[in-house]
């Protein structure tokens, strides 16, 4: 097609020639703005974007999606207009179910969404957040507070809004601190809004599987009074084997310390026990000159040499052929 083998230069001849191409057969004229060539790649893409926004809206997605996935663009702009209008979409085919016409792609956009907000690091979290309806797409929510570093909000949602409690636990396995399976324990039992009833089952699930991580005394404070000591016999065994594990690599740990401290005070005894006598005829083999009262240099094996000449035969072979080694 001829628009696309014109540059930059006359981009504008292609936004004022390419309009009767997209409406007739917008897919056709998508293409002058996709094509492998360099002519199109290099056409400046928020104009493109602004045009086909105008012209042919159905196909501002599949642009977005072609110039993010095919050629890699990082501009955050980009990423959170693709978002934006997976959003519109979503909602136009809920309203389309609601009216009785459902499409193929009801579910596919959600998924796309879904995975282009686990993939992208390019988009701005808080900017969508606020594109969000307040009911529904709990799980974009939920990704998006993640990204915020709201993680109690996010498993909130998974826990009271979605009752996905393995996605829940995988969750602060993914953003691993001990704090965060205290957070997971103190939604479960003790739910911020009051029509959320505490989850014990999933409490002591939790606690069977990972109570190494969660202090004892949080979870005393937490639990019903009505607990059964029974049911918590998982996790008080994993607790106390890897209290015991701890206390054990604890005594090993001051084991090697006390050993290392013994090691570095025997060297210390034998460095200050190593001493060297500077007579008037002692002599730097080196230069053949006497060390009088210069500065020297003693080698491991007793080698005695002026500093400076230490310092030329770590440049080059001694005058006599020999070598000391190191200081």
Known sequence: MYLQKLGVDD??????????????DPEQGLSIFTEDMSEVVAQPRARVIEHLHHYAPEMCIPYLEHIIHELDDKNSEFH???????????????????????????????????????????????????????????????????????????LNIYVHKLGNYARAESYCKEHWTPELFVTLLRIYLKPSNPEDTPLIEPAISLLATYGSSIDVSEVLSMLPEETKLEN?????EKYLRELHKNSRMNHVVSNLLRAEGVQVQEKLVYYRSRYVNITEDRMCPHCLKRIGNSVFAVFPNGVVVHYSCKEKMSKGPLKNGKRYGNM
């Open 11 to 24: 981009f504008d001849l292609v936004l004022e020639f390419s309009p009767w191409v997209l409406q007739t």
């Open 80 to 154: 959170n207009s693709l978002i934006i209008l997976y959003l519109n979409k979503i909602m136009e085919d809920e309203h389309d179910h609601i009216i009785g016409s459902v499409t193929e792609d009801d579910n596919s956009t959600r998924q796309k969404l879904i995975k282009f907000l686990n993939e992208s690091t390019s988009y701005k979290a808080e900017k969508i957040l606020g594109q969000l309806t307040t009911d529904g797409l709990y799980e974009e929510r939920a990704i998006l507070l993640s990204r915020m570093g709201l993680h109690e909000q996010a």
């Open 232 to 236: 918590l016999n998982k996790y008080f």
